[in-house]
Every structure is written in structure tokens, then in C-alpha cells.
């Protein structure tokens, strides 16, 4: 049971990139999705997440209207399409993923989510 998680890269500021997130060993349909990132020196932040069928997608203040977060759960894969990134989105881009049974919160922290992907770096020069 895992996720992998690709798609990051160097982009200068105003690019875009497109994160990808493949589950193996479970079916995804039933997980909720987030997508958290870590910056050097700081804490891990959520910054969307999305729940079963695409119903309901949430954003972190700083991303809104930047980023979009996506499902296709026939292929198992999450994505998060990041445009107009800046320098301080900077970090490594984790996404994860837990039933959505358990999932009580609207934007739950890190401690709700139970499978990991080992993370993307994005880095984004001024």
C-alpha cells in the first residue's frame, strides 16, 4: 500500500507544473486526497485537499486560485496542477491519502492521513 508521488521540478516564477500522485495496493475511489508541503526550516502545511468523486476540494489561502487539485480514480492517480508558482512555494510536495470514513475534518492536518507519498521537490527561481 503507497502512493508515488512525481511531477516536480525547477520552474521560474509565473510556471506551472503538474503533480501526479499513483496509489498501488488500493483501490482510490473510497480515500480522501490532500496534498501537504514542507519548506526548508518549516513545518508541513496542507495545501488542497479533495474528497471521494472529486465532490468537495479545499484550499489553503496561499494557493487559492493557483492551484487545482484533481482525481481520476480509474487510473488511481491524484494530481495537483500548480500555476503562477512563486518563489516561496518552494518545497517538497507530499501527497497523501486515508479512507474517507475517517476523515472528520474539512481541511484535516497531516496526523488524518495514513498513506504517504515520499514527496516531489518543487523549486521555483525569481
Known amino acids: 500500500v503507497q502512493l508515488q508521488a512525481s511531477g516536480g521540478g525547477l520552474v521560474q516564477a509565473g510556471g506551472s507544473l503538474r503533480l501526479s500522485c499513483t496509489a498501488s495496493?488500493?483501490?482510490?475511489?473510497?480515500?480522501?486526497l490532500a496534498w501537504f508541503r514542507q519548506a526548508p526550516g518549516k513545518e508541513r502545511e496542507a495545501v488542497s485537499t479533495i474528497t471521494t468523486s472529486g465532490g468537495t476540494t479545499l484550499y489553503a489561502d496561499s494557493v487559492k486560485g493557483r492551484f487545482t487539485i484533481s482525481r481520476d480514480d480509474a487510473k488511481g492517480t491524484g494530481y495537483l496542477q500548480t500555476n503562477s508558482l512563486k518563489p516561496e512555494d518552494t518545497a517538497v510536495y507530499y501527497c497523501?491519502?486515508?479512507?474517507?470514513?475517517?476523515?472528520?475534518?474539512?481541511?484535516?492536518?497531516?496526523?488524518?492521513?495514513?498513506?504517504w507519498g515520499q514527496g516531489t521537490l518543487v523549486t521555483v527561481s525569481s
Open positions: 497523501a491519502a486515508a479512507p474517507q470514513s475517517t476523515i472528520t475534518s474539512s481541511m484535516p492536518t497531516a496526523r488524518a492521513y495514513n498513506i
Open positions: 495496493g488500493f483501490t482510490l475511489d473510497t480515500y480522501a
